[in-house]
């Protein structure tokens, strides 16, 4: 199948191409022509299969069907996405894709000033991509109005219920009109969006790719027994002997984050941090350095990482096991994709094994908990843990294999 069988304008096409597309994916082939028909979607498919294609490409193929003069503030079409860069990284697909029409667009988010948020929504846009947040601060400064809003998407719907803004989406649904086209993305379908599946669309078309609760099997998964106190040792190991070309680090902490950065940079391993401590400008800077391999690695909280949309990422690494198995989903679908293999690694201490148990049950597969292959642990920890070993250090002699075998 190729984009062409849809149907889709000329124009469009000619942004598709240009973006150095081919062929539309599962989801994009599943949703793209219901999606045309106008009729609601309901998408669940994990990290990297070409879900803002999936609902981009009919809204713009809408636009351009139909073009209208967009009045200042009123805009036809939004977006509303969980965090600044995923929102960032949509409005670029927007770009892209429509760069050879005059659709207009723009992106709203906290961090930065409202000035040239402002003068966008003045000069009149035909779509907006925003998080809740910020959205409603210019709803409450009259400063945009969704009463013309034509198709509304919710995009990563499960991470803004995750940072806790399904009560800002209710509230936004509300002031967009009823017979609206709604698209909603999402890679898990807990309890509380699916009680928002049935409030905001309307039979909708559901749409799955893969299962939201399996790991790709492109991505390789490796657990190994560490202590706390020598982990950072363990990844410096590791990042000096693994033939890695770019690493996504995950800490549990904004402090962790640089910490690891700080550790890395001296010992001579390019790094840098990305976290909601940072300011924009230099989030965008770590991402971009990042994209063009100024760094090897890149350090991330799970908050700052949900929007990170890069290519061909070697490795992830999470150097604190995540307590949620939804976020190891997510973490390590950052590898493994465009059918490329990847690696994911968990760093694994006793206090964190019952979050092994939880990432067990819910990809459904069992992980062989190891030791990596001539790292040795510190003096001081040997003799800390003397006595009878721990159930994970028995599990790790007991499976011990070679380094990523």
């Known amino acids: ?36 028909e106008g009729k609601d979607i309901l998408g669940c498919a994990p990290t990297g299969t070409g879900k803002t294609a999936a609902f981009m490409l009919p809204i713009l193929t809408r636009l351009i069907n139909d073009p209208q003069q967009v009045r200042p503030g009123y805009p036809r079409v939004l977006v509303l996405a ?14 892209l894709y429509a760069s050879s029409t005059r659709i207009t667009s723009t992106a709203i988010y906290g961090g930065v000033s409202y ?21 409603l601060d210019h709803m409450e400064q009259h400063t945009i109005n969704l009463s013309k809003i034509e198709i509304l998407v919710l995009d990563e719907a499960d991470r803004m219920y995750d940072m806790g803004f399904i009560k800002d989406v209710r509230a936004i649904a509300s002031r967009v009109p009823r017979n609206r086209q709604t698209l909603l993305f999402s890679a898990t379908m807990p309890y509380e969006i699916r009680k928002l599946i049935s409030e905001l669309l309307s039979s909708p078309l559901f749409v799955e790719v893969a299962s939201s609760t399996n790991a790709t099997e492109l991505v390789a998964q490796h657990f190994f027994s560490v202590s706390p106190t ?5 990844l410096v190991e590791m990042l000096r002997n693994e033939e890695i070309d770019t690493t996504l680090v995950f800490s549990r902490t904004r402090h ?49 990482a949900r929007g990170i949309d890069v290519e061909k990422i070697s490795c992830v690494i999470n150097y604190d096991t995540p307590a949620c198995a939804e976020d190891y989903i997510h973490r390590i679908g950052r590898t493994g994709r465009a059918e490329q293999k990847g690696i994911a690694v968990t760093f694994v201490t006793n206090e964190e094994s019952g979050n092994v148990k939880k990432i067990e049950l819910v990809t459904g ?21 003397a006595g009878k070993p721990s159930y994970l250090q028995r599990k790790a002699k007991y499976y011990r294999t070679p380094r990523f075998a």
Do not use: W
């Open 365 to 385: 597969k069992r992980f062989r908990l190891k030791e990596y292959p001539g790292f040795e642990v510190p003096k001081q920890v040997v003799e800390s843990n």
């Open 82 to 95: 969980p965090t600044r860069e995923l929102a960032q990284q949509v409005a670029d697909f927007v770009r």
């Open 115 to 135: 000035n040239n948020q402002i003068r966008d929504l003045k000069s009149g846009v035909d779509i907006v991509v925003a998080t809740p947040g910020r959205l």
């Open 230 to 234: 020598s982990k950072m040792d363990l």
């Open 256 to 304: 962790g984050a640089d910490r690891i950065c700080k550790r890395l940079q001296r010992e001579g391993i390019s790094s840098s941090a990305i976290h909601s401590d940072r300011s924009q400008s230099q989030r965008q800077r770590s991402l971009d350095g990042f994209k063009s391999k100024a760094f090897q690695v890149l350090v991330a909280t799970d908050l700052a």
């Open 1 to 36: 199948m190729s984009f062409s069988s849809f149907g889709l304008p000329e124009k469009l096409l000619q942004g598709i191409y240009a973006a150095g597309y081919s062929a539309p994916t599962e989801i994009q082939q599943k949703s793209i022509p219901s999606a045309l």
